[in-house]
């Protein structure tokens, strides 16, 4: 963002932050360009597994094993579009799904990943797996609600630091 003076604490946090407003743009923006999985592809896989509940958790699956993260390499590749190739509606170039179900899987893989994924592969869902009541057993919970907990695991384990406590 463009502002006065670029030195000044304010102008300093306004030039490397984007405004609330930007940040959802730039979320639309990335669900649009994204290789993320079908409606229909996470449908088929909630018959065949009932630990799949979304985008999120199906791409948690699909990377458990070899040939799922060959499988999700290939969504990744075949799927993903450049911002200036979008209006191209031709030989593929058009989204299988509408934009408000791609947000939705995007922030359904962003929140998944956060929620501690070690604990919600498919591989480990018998011990950590939320049961029916929607709990796990252990400190993390697949609620799709992000907790102070578990953003600090997700940093600590990146070794970044944010604003928190």
Request: hydrophobic share 35%.
């Amino acid at each position: 963002m463009g502002v006065i003076d670029g030195q000044s604490v304010l102008g300093r946090a306004k030039e490397h932050n984007l405004p609330f407003e930007g940040f959802l743009e730039a979320l639309c923006r990335l669900a649009t360009v994204v290789g993320l999985p079908t409606d229909e592809e996470i449908r088929e896989a909630k018959e065949q597994n009932r630990e799949i509940r979304d985008a999120g958790s199906y791409v948690l699956g699909l990377r458990r094993t070899p040939h799922g993260q060959a499988t999700y390499d290939q969504i990744l590749r075949q799927r993903a579009r450049r911002f200036c190739d979008l209006g191209n509606n031709t030989a593929g170039g058009g989204m299988a799904d509408p934009i408000e179900r791609r947000l939705e899987h995007l922030l359904t893989v962003l929140i998944r990943h956060v929620e501690a994924p070690e604990r919600l592969l498919l591989e480990d869902a018998k011990d950590a797996a939320p049961k029916a009541t929607g709990k796990a057993t252990g400190p993390f919970r697949a609620n799709l609600r992000l907790e102070e907990r578990e953003l600090d695991d997700f940093f600590k384990r990146r070794h970044w630091h944010y604003g928190g406590k």
